[in-house]
């Protein structure tokens, strides 16, 4: 039940609790003839169905929008937990003064940040009874969130696919964050495999969208203000490597690697008030697949994009994610490693200050990345690449 009764109270169905009470002492002492009596009063236990199981696969509709719960109010408190978590290093998001110096009126939140926040909104309806997240498309930032800004979700399902074994489909959403006056702050695409409740009923019409490459580049900066060039301190950005230093095809190992602990990963997910039981509970884990917990693959992707300010010190700015696997499960205890490949150079229009990098960010665990690991010769991923990740991220020109 939802509340205790008080002494003398009276219990749903009009039984008076005290009476009720003495009944259940009473019972202890009938013998098992005895017993069946009770039955027949109104002191049965109660089952309550207050509590949210979850979507499964056959409760997602095509066209559905969905309003996700708890708008939450992002802090300098939670930018700070975010940096001790992960060890971000780019000036503008760790320097009011830096972000001040270059148009912004004081620094912003972690694009990650912004972003884990927000899908941690659409996990108790999209993915609480997910086996996996399969991917992401066509991420766009497209508005700075700051602390103090309170950021609320919604999502529309774009696509539904039953699989083949019938215990499972996969369920893609367009989900969109937005802050306290209703301007959006990101929109993204994912999509996830999710459990079945009925393995007998029906498959809808499958429905698979075909999200874009890449985002155009036409469509980066609209989270950047003009910026003061001048004011851009390349000694505290930490690199003089500006835009114009990087080409396509060059690869850069970002060398640093951080071990991931237990109380990390759990700590980070639930900063992002994101309930996906396979990152907490340890009693179920331990009888699945893995026999343990798995980290919030979002925890891989902030890890690496840490990592990657060695070497891309002055990309201060996720623009955009093109699309992204996580290729394999990581697990408390693991090191990640991170490389970049620089696939295509941008000009935006209308903007002479700042430039896109198309990058392939790859996160490696238990091994350095000095050989650039991705794909064996059969075209599998190698051991150990955990996060294949193609995103934009703009620098100062």
Not at 7 to 30: D, I
Not at 121 to 132: E, F, H, Q, R
Not at 315 to 337: E, K, M, Q, W
């Amino acid at each position: 039940m939802g509340r205790v009764a008080s002494s003398g109270s009276e219990m749903p169905g009009g039984v008076n609790s005290r009476e009720c009470s003495q009944k259940r002492r009473s019972k202890l002492f009938k013998p098992p003839h005895q017993e069946g009596n009770l039955s027949k009063g109104k002191c049965r236990a109660m089952t309550s169905t207050k509590t949210n199981p979850g979507n499964f696969f056959e409760d997602f509709k095509f066209g559905q929008v969905i309003t996700h719960a708890t708008p939450r109010t992002v802090t300098v408190g939670d930018a700070a937990l975010y940096t001790s978590l992960y060890g971000t290093r780019f000036a503008v998001q760790s320097s009011d003064a830096f972000a001040k110096a270059i148009g912004y009126p004081r620094s912003p939140l972690d694009d990650l940040l912004t972003f884990h926040v927000v899908f941690g909104k659409t996990t108790p309806d999209i993915s609480l009874n997910a086996i996996a997240n399969l991917g992401y498309a066509s991420c766009r930032f497209m508005k700075p969130a700051y602390p103090g800004d309170t950021l609320s979700a919604t999502s529309e399902v774009i696509g539904l696919k039953e699989n083949s074994n019938r215990e499972t489909g996969t369920v893609y959403v367009r989900s969109t964050g937005r802050n306290q006056d209703g301007e959006v702050v990101l929109e993204y695409v994912r999509w996830v495999m999710v459990r079945k409740r009925d393995t007998a009923s029906p498959a809808p019409t499958p429905t698979v969208p075909k999200p874009a490459e890449r985002v155009d580049p036409a469509a980066l900066g609209a989270a950047v203000p003009r910026l003061e060039r001048t004011g851009y301190n390349l000694a505290l950005a930490g690199s003089p490597h500006l835009w114009g230093d990087y080409a396509a095809g060059e690869k850069i190992d970002h060398v640093d690697a951080m071990t991931l602990e237990e109380a990390e990963h759990q700590i980070a997910t639930r900063l992002y008030q994101n309930t996906a039981k396979v990152h907490f509970n340890q009693h179920t884990e331990a009888k699945g697949r893995f026999g343990k917990r798995i980290v919030y693959g979002g925890v891989v992707i902030s890890l690496a994009r840490a990592l990657s300010y060695n070497g891309l010190n002055n990309a201060f700015h996720l623009a955009a994610i093109n699309g992204g696997r996580h290729v394999s499960p990581c697990f408390a205890g693991d090191t990640i490693y991170a490389w970049s490949e620089i696939l295509e150079k941008a000009e935006l229009p209308g903007r002479a200050d700042i430039g896109a990098l198309r990058v392939r960010l790859v996160a490696v665990k238990n091994q350095d990345c000095a050989a650039f690991p991705l794909k064996k010769d059969d075209g599998n991923y190698a051991d150990g690449v955990l996060l294949d990740l193609d995103a934009w991220v703009l620098l100062p020109r």
